[in-house]
């Protein structure tokens, strides 16, 4: 759709928009997010929410009762209309003459008009910015704009509270006003100021969330109830979460701020005027699969790269197994790279290394290495899944879309979340993303397409099809290479679900850690801006170069510089030259 050109012109006041419209703009306007929903949530478990959106706008516009059947044809697909239509008559509306991304912000605020930012809201908001040419920046800037607003008002408040509480006079209408106010200032410092980007849209912002301006969310608990409905009663995010009923035997269960830069180098706007810090409107919780290491920052180097969002959590969690897991995991790669080098030196190949039928010897005699720490983080794994999920399910994130990212145990963890909370009532429009990489856990469909219940956006399975890592680590289950996730595709015909091969990416399982931005870069997750830094992996050589390689190199270099699937696709011609004259 050809888009309307930026002009100079004052932009119409954006809490003013459905006035500004006119009744076939307002028809449009609501008729494009009903052909939307029907696009996006067209099932049983989304009615209740897609008949509760459609209240909203209607409403929203000032639209009469009797639009509403037509609306819901739409919806539910018994008219079939495109997007085209509907753009067509909104780009003839002078009140979007000037940037269509005004539309972006009018749903936001009718989204969180009543303390709650539904994931789907988002992905639906995501879905029309797409179709519209709308980069997504923009929606991130106007979710800070509406942040803003509603923050600044609670703080204010909070303020005056404090002075008349010097005069003993405290209500409790004060106290209710603390609970939130004042926990939130101390929880965030406070979720920030935008550096004056929300300064044209205050007033107008809070007229739409139904206050009658400003002055209405500063002198009312409407405001406070939906700061702390958004973020959560304590106001400080999942930092002060607290595991209060411990499910089955897990040790260690916290959240900890992934505390990024204050420039990250990207080219976007407003980049370098918002802190990390700020409680945004979207959160992101990034699950490691081993530690390598027990420095500090052991949980924070894999995704210091990573801007899934602007307000990012880590989860540190059994520690101790995830180190003898990453310990397990260098030992074995070692000696699996030194029978693999004796191997190729003696022009034998390698394919039966991958096999999982015919597996070295001694290899094997190494499998008590790691099947031990294995066998334990993976059911630590799937309890900690579940109290992830409880986590979710009691909202202590606030109301919020979350998007959850991990890599190979990390994915399990993920897995194991959404299993959980399908199961349970009221899951949806919790997460937003889940994006599971090298996830050891079964890919049979039934049990995927009951997660996407659960998710709103999309189910990503990020696998690798020569991981012989995770084939040697299943080999002793009844389940087959055939039926892991980390593996294959996900056979489920599903808009949600999403397979992305990293197979021309990574080598194997351990290189998940090193190569997250490349691959979350791939998969259209946002990462920090400029190279990864990812170790390149060498291209195969004929064999009198690999020998000499091989035999100059020690056992920790060849690690570093040669992958097991590169040394098995060997295909030399001296070896053929071998077997010609022998």
Wanted: glycine share 8%; net charge neutral.
């Amino acid at each position: 759709m050809e888009m309307p050109a930026h002009s100079n012109s004052k932009p119409v006041n954006y809490c003013l928009l459905p006035d500004h419209l006119s009744d076939a703009g307002k028809y449009s306007y609501c008729a494009m997010c009903a052909v939307a929903m029907h696009e996006l949530n067209n099932n049983e478990w989304d009615r209740s929410f897609t008949e509760h959106c459609l209240d909203l706008l209607l409403a929203h516009v000032k639209l009469p009762k009797a639009i509403k059947p037509a609306m819901q044809a739409l919806m539910s697909g018994d008219v079939e209309q495109s997007l085209q239509p509907c753009f067509d008559v909104l780009r003839e509306e002078k009140a979007l003459a000037a940037d269509w991304s005004i539309i972006l912000y009018d749903f936001i605020l009718v989204a969180v008009k009543d303390g709650s930012y539904d994931a789907r809201w988002r992905v639906l908001v995501q879905y029309l910015a797409e179709q519209l040419g709308i980069a997504n920046i923009t929606i991130e800037t106007y979710e800070r704009s509406v942040i803003d607003c509603i923050t600044r008002g609670v703080e204010e408040k909070s303020k005056s509270e404090k002075e008349e509480s010097r005069s003993k006079k405290q209500t409790a209408k004060f106290k209710r006003y603390a609970l939130v106010g004042l926990a939130s200032i101390g929880g965030g410092a406070l979720i920030g100021v935008t550096g004056g980007l929300a300064a044209p849209l205050i007033a107008g912002g809070l007229a739409t969330l139904g206050l009658g301006g400003s002055a209405a969310l500063l002198g009312t608990t409407v405001g406070v109830a939906v700061v702390g409905s958004l973020f959560g009663a304590a106001g400080a995010g999942l930092t002060g979460y607290k595991m209060h009923k411990r499910v089955g035997e897990i040790e260690e269960f916290t959240f900890d701020r992934l505390e990024l830069e204050q420039t990250d180098n990207n080219n976007e706007p407003l980049s370098e005027i918002v802190s990390s810090r700020c409680q945004q409107l979207h959160i992101s919780i990034l699950i490691s699969g081993w530690l390598k290491d027990e420095s500090a920052d052991n949980y924070v180097r894999p995704w210091m790269c990573v801007r899934a969002s602007q307000e990012q959590y880590y989860l540190r969690y059994e520690s101790r197994y995830l180190l003898e897991f990453g310990r397990a995991i260098e030992y074995i790669l070692s000696m699996a790279f030194s029978i693999a080098t004796q191997e190729v030196l003696k022009y034998t190949a390698l394919s039966g290394l991958l096999s999982a039928v015919a597996w070295p010897g001694a290899l094997l005699g190494l499998a008590n290495i790691i099947d031990n720490p294995w066998s334990v983080c993976c059911r630590r794994s799937a309890q900690v899944g579940k109290q992830l999920a409880e986590v979710l399910l009691a909202r202590e994130q606030g109301h919020r879309p979350v998007t959850l990212v991990g890599f190979s145990i990390g994915a399990r963890v993920i897995y194991y979340c959404l299993r959980e909370m399908a199961e349970r009532g009221r899951c949806e429009g919790i997460v937003q993303d889940a994006v599971l990489i090298g996830a050891p856990c079964t890919g049979e469909p039934e049990s995927w397409k009951k997660l996407t219940r659960v998710v709103a956006g999309r189910l990503i399975n990020g696998y690798c099809r020569t991981d012989w890592l995770l084939k040697f680590l299943y080999r002793t289950l009844s389940m087959t290479s055939q039926d892991v996730a980390g593996l294959n595709p996900i056979e489920v015909n599903d808009r949600r679900i999403c397979n992305v091969d990293l197979s021309e990416i990574v080598s194997g399982h351990s290189d998940y850690p090193d190569k997250i931005c490349l691959i979350l870069r791939t998969m259209k997750i946002r990462v920090k801006e400029g190279p990864c830094g990812d170790i390149k992996i060498p291209k195969a050589q004929t064999m009198d170069h690999l020998s000499t390689n091989l035999k100059s190199q020690s056992p920790l270099q060849l690690r570093r510089t040669w992958s097991v699937d590169a040394l098995t696709s060997l295909k030399t011609q001296d070896a053929a030259d071998d077997a010609m004259t022998s």
